[in-house]
């Protein structure tokens, strides 16, 4: 697993598909508003029943994840002054977090297939970003 942090905060977690460990990993430190954990685990195992309370947690900025399902795609990765200061690339069976600064996509397979996650509710385009020229 890597972290890439910018100015102490933690811009993008890279998780790769060697990383998994068996039980539950979470990857993301218990601060982040979006909470990205792997689970493996064997046959068997019965993981406890459960409803989530309701409790008001602050969450001013929308984070998110990706995971490749099929393919590959580049990550651009930029400054929250919106300077590009890093890139790599995610394969089948990659994940990243997001959490501050930018970042840009660039698919890079034909029949790519990527699972996003984010917090919520998504209110709109104009209220959720700011788009820029990478």
């Known amino acids: 697993m890597e972290v890439i942090e ?3 905060r933690i811009i993008s977690i890279i998780h790769r598909d060697a990383d998994w460990k068996k039980g539950l990993d979470f990857i993301t430190p218990n601060d982040l508003f979006v909470q990205v954990g792997t689970w493996w685990y064997d046959k068997g195992k019965k993981l406890a029943s459960h409803i989530h309370k309701d409790f008001d947690r602050p969450g001013g900025r929308t ?4 995971y490749v399902r099929r393919g590959a795609m580049k990550v ?11 890139e790599y690339e995610l394969h089948e069976g990659d994940m990243a977090v997001f959490a501050y600064g930018g970042h840009g996509y ?7 297939q990527i699972i996003e996650s ?5 209110v709109d385009v104009e209220t959720d ?6």
């Open 76 to 86: 651009i990765l930029y400054t929250e002054a919106r300077e590009r200061f890093h």
């Open 6 to 8: 910018h100015n102490g």
């Open 118 to 122: 984010k917090n919520g509710p998504f």
């Open 106 to 112: 660039e698919i890079l397979r034909d029949d790519t």
């Open 129 to 134: 970003k700011v788009k820029f020229k990478g």
């Open 63 to 66: 984070m998110e994840s990706v």
